[in-house]
Each structure stands twice: as structure tokens, then as C-alpha cells.
């Protein structure tokens, strides 16, 4: 497996805080996404980063903001967790490619409930 | 924006039949990839198909993708427990800038094989 990881790999929180995930690879990898699954809805892009302090939204970034100082990390944070953002959240890396989206190697992903 | 649709949702099936699973853009895609999750895991690339038209093997796995570079499938021979899990396709942007390396995910496949 890609050296990929995500902090905390379960977090259980209350609606109205701040939550802030962690992702760090060791590849040296371009890019880095955050997507969320959910039943029903497969992976959705929430926003992703084509370099540091380069980002983009995805198609559900609302209520999530990022951040990517460095090479190896990149931050999803949520500004006042509600329920509707419970979910199993991914990162991803990719390298770039000339072709299109280079395949992309998944973290193991993080569990977090909204009480 | 782009859109994926992949269907069937669920598809059950007995250990040695066949099992296949379509995917359609609403947008021309740069390339597709394929993906599959284990129950419990993270998603894990499979392939990706670039050339339209173009046609792939694995073992008993065989990716497609349309001519139009719109449509892709992946079909499973003689199903194993083994291939249990979800199957999702995901399309490359064909546009170019900061959407370069985004990939759209269908909603995937659950395959469930009965032995």
C-alpha cells in the first residue's frame, strides 16, 4: 500500500465543533483529495489539491474547508459539525499524468459521527 | 458538472456466474478507472482504459470502454467469493486546468457472490 494514512481513524463529536482531519503521505504525491462515502451516493469529492496551497472545491464542499501548507499533508476541516456530515471520510493521493487522473491510492479512512 | 452513473446498485449472484457492471457519463471522459472495496476497506485501483474503444483483461476480469469514451463496464467471469465487494468506476475530466486531475465517481456496485 501507498504510504497513506489518516488521523483519528474514528472520532465521535457533538453538532457545533470544529473538527479537523489529518492526511499525510510519504510519496511525494501531487495531488490529494478528501471525499466522503455515504451509502447510496459511492465517493463524493468534497475538495482536493493540485499543489501546496493550491486547492479546488468539490461537489459537496460546503461546510468543509482544507488546507495544504506542506507536500505531505493535507487538512479537511469542519467549521460546526452537523449530523448530515456524518460519514467515512477518504483521502487520496495521485501523481500527475499526462493522460487524465493518474490512478489514485486511498487512505484507510476516518469513521466520524456527528451527535 | 460531470455526472457518473453506474449501474446496477446491488447484484447477487451464485459463486460461478457471471456478474457485470455498467458505468455512463453524462460528459466525454479523458480516461476511466475501476476500482474495488472490500467490505470494511478502502477502495483500491484496478485499471484504467484511456483509448477508446479500448479493451482489457484480467484473469477473469474484462474492463471496456466505449467508443464515444462515454460508457464503460467491467464483467466478472465465473464469480468467486473472492470478487465480494464494491465495484465503482470513476472518469477523468476531459477539461484542462485546475480540473485536471479530479475524478467523478459512480455510486458503485455491491456484489454479493453465494457460494
Known amino acids: ?115 | 458538472g460531470q455526472q457518473v452513473m453506474q449501474i446496477p446498485q446491488y447484484q447477487h449472484v451464485q459463486e460461478g456466474e457471471d456478474f457485470t457492471t455498467y458505468c455512463n457519463s453524462s460528459t466525454t471522459l479523458s480516461n476511466i478507472q475501476w476500482y474495488k472495496q472490500r467490505p470494511g476497506g478502502h477502495p483500491v485501483f484496478l485499471i484504467q482504459l484511456v483509448k477508446s474503444g479500448e479493451v482489457k483483461k484480467q484473469k477473469r476480469l474484462t474492463f471496456q470502454f466505449g467508443e464515444a469514451k462515454k460508457n464503460s463496464s467491467l464483467h466478472i467471469t465465473a464469480t468467486q467469493t473472492t470478487d465480494v465487494g464494491t465495484y465503482f468506476c470513476a472518469g477523468g475530466a476531459n477539461a484542462g486546468g485546475t480540473s485536471y486531475g479530479k475524478l467523478t465517481f459512480g455510486q458503485g456496485t455491491i456484489l454479493t457472490v453465494h457460494p
Not at chain 1, 88 to 98: G, K, L, M, N, Q
Request: hydrophobic share 25%; charged share 20%.
Open chain 1, 1 to 115: 500500500d501507498a504510504g497513506i494514512t489518516q488521523s483519528p481513524r474514528h472520532k465521535v463529536t457533538e453538532t457545533g465543533t470544529p473538527v479537523t482531519l489529518r492526511c499525510h503521505q510519504t510519496e511525494n504525491h501531487r495531488y490529494m483529495y478528501w471525499y466522503r462515502q455515504d451509502p447510496g451516493h459511492g465517493l463524493r469529492l468534497i475538495h482536493y489539491s493540485y499543489g501546496v496551497k493550491d486547492t479546488d472545491k468539490g461537489e459537496v464542499s460546503d461546510g468543509y474547508s482544507v488546507s495544504r501548507s506542506k507536500t505531505e499533508d493535507f487538512l479537511l476541516t469542519l467549521e460546526s459539525a452537523t449530523s448530515s456530515q456524518t460519514s467515512v471520510y477518504f483521502c487520496a493521493i495521485s501523481e500527475a499524468s499526462r493522460g487524465g487522473p493518474a490512478e489514485q491510492f486511498f487512505g484507510p479512512g476516518t469513521r466520524l459521527t456527528v451527535l
